[in-house]
Nanobody, 123 residues
Framework: QVQLVESGGGLVQAGGFLRLSCAAS????????MAWFRQAPGKEREWVAS????????YYADSVKGRFTISRDNANNMLYLQMHSLKPEDTATYCC????????????????WGQGTQVTVSS
């Protein structure tokens, strides 16, 4: 199994920047595809971005494309989400997730999850 812990959330004004981090431990990290999901109170979980095990292939939801960047540092077992030009609608709890091999957009395909970090964007 893989243990995941997120950090880096906070309160930021619209147009601001945050970088979320996800630290992985417990198993070999290099072979796992990783993803970020978010969920606002009273709303369904939303897929945000995914990255392949190598870090070369990345995928983004249309709502964040061009503003967010997902990346990973396999040598240090870290996953990142750089969020630029933040909007109030980005306000949510952000969770990182991991699965063996290929990336996926369905949260049911990710067996390993962190507890989440809160991002709040004010107008």
């Amino acid at each position: 199994q893989v243990q995941l812990v997120e950090s880096g959330g906070g309160l930021v004004q619209a147009g601001g920047f945050l970088r979320l981090s996800c630290a992985a431990s417990g198993r070999t990290f290099n072979s796992y595809a990783m993803a970020w999901f978010r969920q606002a109170p009273g709303k369904e979980r939303e897929w945000v971005a995914s990255v392949s095990w190598s870090g070369i292939s990345t995928y983004y939801a249309d709502s964040v494309k061009g503003r967010f960047t997902i990346s990973r540092d396999n040598a240090n077992n870290m996953l990142y989400l750089q969020m630029h030009s933040l909007k109030p609608e980005d306000t949510a709890t952000y969770c990182c997730a991991a699965r063996a091999s290929h990336v996926h957009r369905d949260p049911d395909e990710y067996p390993y999850w962190g507890q989440g970090t809160q991002v709040t964007v004010s107008s």
